[in-house]
């Protein structure tokens, strides 16, 4: 049994490494990262453009999802980071942050201090703007964010066939208005990804009361007279925890973890032979995710990155990088994008769409032999809940993830015409010197009982799960509005996973939010230990 920390974190992603940074700020405060991956050693974690490897296995748990029963019994690549940095480390970069009333309805659930105006000074916070520094956005932090710097012509003409359908370019979508067509920024600093390793451990590596292990699979919480009191590895090592267990490991990780320690559904539980800490239904309930569609086109031409896919290009984009920071490897390849609407009378954009500079960039996508562009696009607020929930008491097993796609007739209703407005917005005219002919999903998907059949075939995960440790303040919650665990001391949930509804856009920034304001609420609650 090793002793000596003041808290644990499980989990060395976007907010935990957070965490891990703002407490160690206080020298008298010793605390021990867990993280089950590795280092982000390899030069994809940190080019813009080694998103495109992410999700075909480099620093994935390589999982994937039960068959969904809403969409034939599809079985879907479910990309779960195993890196330091988590999540931010093998994703598209892409800053965003939702909108106002997705904070403003936490708060009216019962989440007292989760509105916009509360959360806001906490993505100031963390922010380092190369562009903007005003209300919405921050200089001075530890994440950089970065206006795009290897756009394509394609791009432009984007804008231009949106707004032939009305939607109007917008320069800040994470600004004062959510609505229209825009550049991303990006979490990238000269050119470089920013995650959240990189961000906020990186600099603070030389601390000497944080410690960082990577490659420290944690096996299950140990809990002790109602107390989070340490962790067990898989290798039986058993480390203590004097103030708190932070959990941090995501919205797949968190619920599974607490499952292999004896807390979830107990009824799952004794069925796997594990012993039952706390029977919390919640644990595991309540996933959120968006489901991405996708409609690809052939480019009449050399006018995306696909062209580099070709060995002796992709050494001509390495020098490229090398010697001028611009070119397809500085680009997260899809950092064009927006926000609009599939219902005319929603609250606020129901629709985010993606610009991929190439085909075949992710896992399961179809490539273009001749080179081609992708737009995506995804319904933001689905009524569709799944749940995570394990198959096996080994903790080696892969976790039974079920997203539960389309369960919900008006999420199927949506998500189609977000698919058709893709399609209208890839046919306007200042995108015809660009393309050549739509190929997915093509002119034989006409019905809305075809685009079914297509999205079933055609389709991924946005990487956004959310939700399955939620905050609220009912009797079913499994934390509470300072993410505290209910019906177990001195544990906390600080990642995606506490989220009460999914916001209308990526998740990452909000992870990283999540994380700069829970440090704060720990450094209240413990006072001067903190």
């Known amino acids: 049994m090793e002793k000596g920390y003041d808290f644990i974190i499980i989990g060395g992603g976007s907010a935990g490494s957070v965490v891990a940074a703002r407490l160690t700020e206080n020298p ?3 605390v021990l990262l867990l993280e089950a991956g590795g280092r982000d050693r390899h030069p994809f974690y940190h080019l813009p453009a080694g998103f495109a490897k992410m999700t075909k296995g480099i620093g994935s748990w390589g999982w994937h999802t039960v068959p969904q029963r809403h969409m034939n019994d599809r079985v879907f690549r479910y990309t779960q980071a195993r890196v330091i940095g988590g999540g931010s480390a093998i994703n598209a970069q892409i800053y965003t942050r939702g909108n106002p009333l997705d904070y403003d309805e936490w708060r009216q659930l019962g989440c007292e201090g989760w509105g916009y105006e509360n959360v806001l000074p906490y993505y100031l916070k963390a922010e380092d703007n190369d562009t903007y520094d005003n209300r919405f956005h921050g200089k001075g932090g530890p994440l950089g964010v970065s206006k795009p710097c290897a756009p394509l012509p394609i791009c432009e003409a984007y804008f231009e066939a949106a707004a032939v359908l009305g939607i109007p370019k917008n320069e800040d979508v994470t600004g004062a ?19 959240a390793a990189m961000a906020y451990l990186a600099p603070n590596r030389g601390r000497p009361n944080l410690e960082v292990r990577t490659g420290a699979n944690v096996h299950r919480i140990l809990v002790e007279a109602g107390k989070a009191a340490g962790v067990e590895l898989v290798d039986g090592t058993r480390l203590t925890a004097s103030t708190e267990v932070i959990l941090s490991c995501g919205s797949i990780g968190s619920p599974r973890l607490l499952q292999l320690s004896g807390i979830g559904p107990a009824d799952n539980l004794r069925g796997l032979g594990l012993d039952v800490v706390l029977d919390q239904p919640s644990v595991g309930a309540n996933l959120q995710d968006h489901l991405d569609l996708y409609c690809i086109c052939e480019v009449s031409g050399p006018h995306t990155y696909d062209r580099y896919a070709k060995p002796h290009m992709s050494v001509i984009a390495g020098l490229q990088y090398l010697f001028t920071r611009r070119g397809p490897v500085a680009s997260s390849l899809f950092e064009t994008g927006g926000f609009w609407y599939a219902d005319p009378e929603a ?13 075949g960039i992710e896992s399961g996508v179809a490539a273009m032999p001749e080179g081609g562009v992708t737009l995506n696009s995804c319904y933001l607020r689905p009524r569709s809940r799944g749940t995570v929930r394990l ?10 993830i079920d997203p539960n796609y389309l369960e919900d007739q008006r999420d199927r209703q949506m998500s189609i015409r977000g698919l058709k407005l893709t399609q209208e917005i890839l046919a306007q005219s200042p ?3 660009f393309i050549k002919a739509e190929r997915l999903p093509g002119p034989d998907v006409r019905t809305d009982d075809d685009y079914f059949r297509f999205i079933c075939e055609h389709s991924k995960t946005s990487h956004h799960p ?24 001195r544990l906390r949930v600080v990642d995606a996973s506490i ?11 909000a992870a990283i939010m999540i994380g700069e304001k829970a440090s704060d609420m720990i450094r209240e609650d413990h006072g001067a230990r903190t």
């Open 466 to 489: 959310v939700g399955t440790c939620r905050m609220g303040i009912d009797k079913q919650a499994v934390v509470d509005p300072r993410l505290r665990f209910n019906g177990i001391e």
């Open 499 to 509: 989220m009460p509804n999914v916001i209308s856009s990526n998740t990452n920034a």
């Open 28 to 30: 008298d405060i010793k």
């Open 177 to 195: 208005k959510q609505d229209g067509a825009a550049y991303y920024q990006l979490t990238q600093r000269n050119a470089r990804r920013s995650s």
């Open 391 to 400: 198959g096996s008491a080994d903790p080696s097993a892969e976790p039974l």
């Open 347 to 359: 609250r606020s954009p129901d629709l985010q769409f993606h610009l991929g500079l190439g085909t």
């Open 431 to 433: 995108l015809k010197p």
